[in-house]
């Protein structure tokens, strides 16, 4: 419950929340009526920076998912190894 906790964190901080808080203040009604041609760079940096820390962030979470998983009692008895385990298929 608290991997999946610090998940749903995780998703939330790098892209769900950024992207949610921006558009609900680009639609405002203020915004559109003050809004600049200038703030594009902003908005897309908003959007964009977040979603590239998740991805960059993937192979360290799934790291962390390989060492959680082989710390088992089960895998402990079927001698598996955080290096070995593959977690999608290839």
Same mark, same amino acid.
Request: net charge positive.
């Given at each position: 419950?608290? #991997?999946?906790? &610090?998940? !749903? $964190?995780? /998703?939330?901080?790098?892209?769900? !929340?950024?992207?949610?808080? %921006?558009?609900?203040?680009?639609?405002? #009604?203020?915004?559109? %009526? =003050?809004?600049?041609? !200038?703030?594009?760079?902003? $908005?897309?940096? /908003?959007? $964009? &920076?977040? $979603? /590239?820390?998740?991805? /960059?962030?993937?192979?360290?979470?799934?790291?962390?998912?390989?060492?959680?998983?082989?710390?088992? +009692?089960?895998? #402990?008895? =079927?001698? %598996?190894?955080? +290096?070995?385990?593959? %977690?999608?298929?290839?």
């Amino acid at each position: 419950m608290h #991997r999946g906790a &610090l998940y !749903g $964190i995780w /998703v939330f901080f790098t892209a769900a !929340g950024p992207g949610g808080i %921006l558009t609900s203040t680009f639609f405002s #009604r203020y915004y559109l %009526l =003050h809004y600049s041609p !200038g703030d594009l760079a902003l $908005i897309r940096a /908003v959007y $964009i &920076l977040p $979603i /590239v820390i998740y991805c /960059v962030s993937i192979p360290f979470w799934l790291r962390a998912q390989r060492r959680f998983y082989c710390s088992t +009692e089960w895998a #402990r008895s =079927h001698n %598996l190894q955080p +290096e070995r385990l593959k %977690l999608f298929f290839n």
